[in-house]
Structures are given as C-alpha cells and as structure tokens.
C-alpha cells in the first residue's frame, strides 16, 4: 500500500472517529437522563454515586479524547482504545443500574455499529464478542436474578449483538465502496477537468463561451492574443463589442439549429485590418437546452493576403492568356487584309478589285465586333439594377428572335405573371439573346426553343442537427432557356465559358463568357445541363417585387 493511500485511510479514520466522539456524548447525555430516571427506583446511595461517577468519566473521557485528538499519531490503536472504553463504561453503567435489569444494556449495540464503523467486520464481531463478555461478567457477577433468566438475557443480547454486527458490518463495507467509488469519481472528475482546462489553454484557435444574453463568460488565452485584450476586460462584454458582427453569426446558428461560419474584418493594435475566420455554435447544457453560444475564430489575415496574391496572379495570368488569344485571332482578318491589299496594288480587273474590296471590308467588320465583344467582356458597365418584368421582357425577345429561328423549329414561351428581377434591363436582354441565339445554332432541323421564367422560393430551413443543408437565401427567379438540339459534347462543356473557345466557324468566343460576367455582377448564378437531344442554361437572379 502506498504511502498516499495510508495517509487517506488515516484521514478517513479519523473523521469517523470524531463522528464516534460526538456519537457518545450524545450517548452519554442520554445515559445522564436515564439515570435521573432510576435513580430513585430504590437503589441505594452507592449505586446512585457509582452511576453518576461512571457519567462523569463518560463526559471526561469524551473531553479528553476531543483535546488529544490532534496529537494522535495512530488512529487506528487510539480508535481501538476508545471501543474498549465505551465497553467499560457501558458495562460500569449495567453493574451500578441492577445487572439484567438494567436499562443501559442497549447501550452495547451502539458500541458494535462504532468498531464496524472503524475497523468494518473485525471491528464489528470483535466489539459485539467484548460487549458480550463483559455484560456475561456483569450478570455473573452480580447475579440477582435466577441463572437460567441471567442466561437467557444474555443469551438474548448475544444474538442482537451478533445481529447488528452482521448488518453494520455490511452496511459499513457497503458505505466503504461507495465512497471508494465516489473518490474515483471524483479523481476522474478532477482529472476531466484538468484535461479541459490544460486543452482549451492551449488551443491554437481563439474560443469565447457566451451566456444567454450573448455576454462574454469564458476567454482562453489565444483569443487575447489574438484580441489584444485582457480577460478581465473581455468578460462580462457584449459579442458585437468584441467582434463586431458576430451576433448576426449567433442569430443563424439559432435559426438554423447548426455551425455558422464567416469571415469578419477588425482593426489590428496597429491599425492594419485583420481578417478573422471565425464558427459560431449554440452551447447546450446538461439536459440539451440552450446555454448560450460557443465562439472558435483564428487570425487569417496571412491567408486572406495569400488569397489576393494568388487573385492577382490568376489575374494577370488570365490577361496572358487573353493577350495570346486576341493576338491569335486579329492576325487571321489581318492576313485577309494585307493579302487583298497587295492584290490590288498589283492591278486587277474591276471584277476582282471588288472582290478583293469585299474581302477587306468582311475581314475589317470582323476586327471591329471582336474588339467590340471584347472590350464588353473585359470592361462591362456596371448594372444599373431596377425591378424587371420578365414576361414582358421575354416576348420582346421572343420577336427579336423570330427571324433567327430556322425553319421547321418552334418557340414555346412560358413566364409567370409575377415574376420580376432585380436586373439592369438592356445586360439582361443581352444574356437572353446570346442564349437564344446559341439554342437557333443547336438545332440542326425541326425542334423546340423554349423560354421560360418563374419565381423560387427560398431553400427549406435546415432540420434540427442538420449541417449539410444550405443556409436560407433570398426569394429569386429564374430563367430557362432551353432547345432540343444537338446538345454540347462533355469536352466543350467544360470549356464554354471560357474567352475566344468557340466551336463556330464565324464565331468570337465572347458570347457565353460575357454571359457569365453579367449574370455574377447581378450577384446571380448561371447553370448548365447538356445531353444530346436536350440542353438547358439556368440564369437565377434576385427577385424583386414589381416594377417601378
């Protein structure tokens, strides 16, 4: 047994040797008043001192047990002493108050559940075999009464202490393993709570634990780096006094019963802004009721400005690109130029400098929409947005398309009355007529067009414990424009969207692309789905509710 266990045991003897201390003064102040009750049953003036002498050393000894208690270097030879005390003093009571008739012989129960207490079984048969000698003793001693009814007295309390001694002594052996029980879990515990302590000090991510109220109770020592700021100057504070914005965070993650994450922007110590990533989720308690809020963030300012370096870089490296690719494309019409030039200036019949002329003028013309569709592509005007009624809005380019449908084809229309986008109306008109077009170039015979546009609701709330559905999102519309033609094939769909790709023979590659540019600057999103026989651009805007 090791030397910390000893120790325990030892404490753990001596707070029950105290409850025992206090146990017999309240024996002994109940043994005072039953001698008060028989002191005047005829006995005589010895009994009578002798019982009040025996009090006394009671109360005496209880007192000079409480003072030396302190000084007591082996409890268990100092708990065996007062056991066999008590026996005296019991026994000293029963001898002074008539033998086998006296009213203390009870009195010894007490005593065994004490030696089960302090020493559990062997402590409990070893105190009921003392207190049976010694009552023996005294009804042998004495005896008053015939020695059959001495015996069968004795007999009687021998059972009852045996009795006791068998259920305080389990009793005692169960109180023990409970509480062996309980200190490991209390060890467990403390240990729990050490883990978690020591894990959240050294996290390398900033946490704050908020309250109900969204107040700040909980700052780990991260989140003050990060923060620049003390505990004791955090707890207690408003989320949106110590990041601004947060509580919105809060509120969706409440909403949406799950995690929300986001990135905000703060002003450093310094005065640089700084860019924190940060998770907001809800804090349950012990019965899954909402505590609060947990909030994890981390200092992302370097991966923001990784972020803007590579941007920037895609950028320049996509102006390459584009360089190389317009260059491609203006050497051809520049080619047909020079070569119609040099003809002419070689003299030609009249025939063929109008020919050659032709040839120029085409190739001059094709120059021009390039730049033209280029110069739309890389600079779009920004969108000077105002509630657009698509219905009317797709008949106009229905009729502007009615000399570009090939002959056989049809034009099925379908708009909801109330649809209506937030758009710039000339840009929109422009989207719808480039995929319209492009569905007239799909179809090789007899086929469908068709245009459509209906008003969506926003996506479902999450379900409670869900994280894989999407946040909520305003009501949109959205547009279809779709043909039975030959479809895309996998290799081009991939590529559509990208400048100057084009799979026409006349064709710039800047349709799709400048469709894609307008539909992002509207803050809207733009889909595809292509197979033969069957192709369909999704464009879903921002909804608005009517026009002005």
């Known amino acids: 047994m090791s030397a910390e266990a000893s120790a325990e045991e030892r404490a753990v003897l001596r707070r029950t040797l105290v409850r025992l201390l206090v146990a017999r003064l309240g024996l002994a102040a109940l043994g005072a008043g039953l001698a008060l009750a028989v002191a005047g049953e005829g006995r005589s003036p010895s009994e009578v001192r002798g019982l009040w002498a025996v009090l006394a050393v009671a109360f005496g000894s209880t007192a000079l047990s409480a003072a030396w208690m302190g000084r007591v270097r082996r409890p268990q030879r100092f708990s065996a002493v007062q056991l066999g005390a008590d026996v005296g003093v019991v026994t000293a009571l029963v001898h002074f108050s008539g033998g086998g008739g006296s009213p203390f012989g009870f009195l010894y129960l007490p005593i065994t559940v004490f030696g089960a207490m302090l020493f559990d079984r062997r402590g409990a048969y070893g105190s009921a075999l003392l207190s049976s000698l010694a009552y023996g003793a005294v009804l042998a001693w004495g005896l008053r009464t015939p020695a059959e009814v001495e015996f069968a007295i004795w007999c009687a309390l021998t059972a009852a202490l045996l009795m006791v001694a068998l259920l305080a002594s389990a009793l005692a052996r169960e109180l023990r393993v409970t509480g062996e029980r309980l200190d490991a879990s209390h060890a467990r515990l403390r240990a729990l709570a050490s883990l978690h302590e020591r894990t959240l000090e050294c996290l390398t991510s900033g946490l704050l634990t908020l309250d109900p109220a969204q107040r700040v109770s909980y700052v780990n020592p991260e989140a003050e780096r990060i923060l620049g700021r003390r505990t004791a100057e955090l707890l207690g504070q408003p989320l949106d006094e110590v990041l601004p914005g947060a509580s919105a965070l809060a509120r969706d993650a409440e909403a949406a019963s799950g995690r929300m994450r986001a990135r905000i922007q703060l002003a450093g110590a310094d005065g640089e802004p700084r860019h924190l990533g940060l ?64 003809l002419l200036r070689g003299g030609r019949a009249e025939a063929d400098r109008e020919r050659l002329m032709g040839i120029a003028l085409r190739e001059i013309g094709r120059l021009d929409a390039l730049i033209r569709d280029f110069l739309q592509y890389a600079r779009p005007a920004p969108p000077k947005l105002a509630p657009v009624a698509l219905p009317a809005l797709l008949e106009e380019v229905a009729q502007m398309l009615a000399t570009a449908v090939p002959p056989g084809a049809e034009l099925e229309l379908e708009a909801d009355p109330a649809a209506c986008a937030m758009a710039d109306a000339t840009q929109l008109r422009q989207v719808l007529w480039n995929l319209t077009r492009n569905a007239c170039d799909a179809l090789e015979g007899p086929g469908v067009i068709r245009l459509s546009a209906a008003r969506v609701g926003p996506p479902q709330a999450r379900a409670p414990g869900d994280r894989k559905r999407p946040r909520e999102e305003a009501a949109a519309v959205e547009i279809v424009v779709s043909d039975t033609g030959r479809g895309i094939p996998l290799a081009d769909l991939e590529r559509i969207f990208d400048p100057f790709y084009t799979t026409k023979p006349d064709g710039t590659g800047l349709g799709l692309p400048t469709v894609h540019r307008i539909v992002e600057s509207h803050g809207g999103t733009l889909e595809v789905e292509s197979q033969p026989g069957a192709t369909r651009f999704r464009v879903r805007l921002p909804a608005a509710e009517g026009p002005a």
């Not at 809800?282 to 972020?307: N, P, S, Y």
């Open 279 to 342: 998770a907001v989720s809800i804090l349950r308690g012990g019965q899954g009721a909402e505590a609060g809020h947990v909030v994890i963030f981390q200092d992302v300012t370097a991966v923001v400005r990784m972020e803007q370096e590579l941007r920037l870089r895609s950028r320049l490296a996509g102006v390459g690109e584009l360089a190389a690719s317009i260059a491609h494309e203006i050497r051809n019409p520049l080619a047909a130029i020079s070569g119609s030039v040099e």
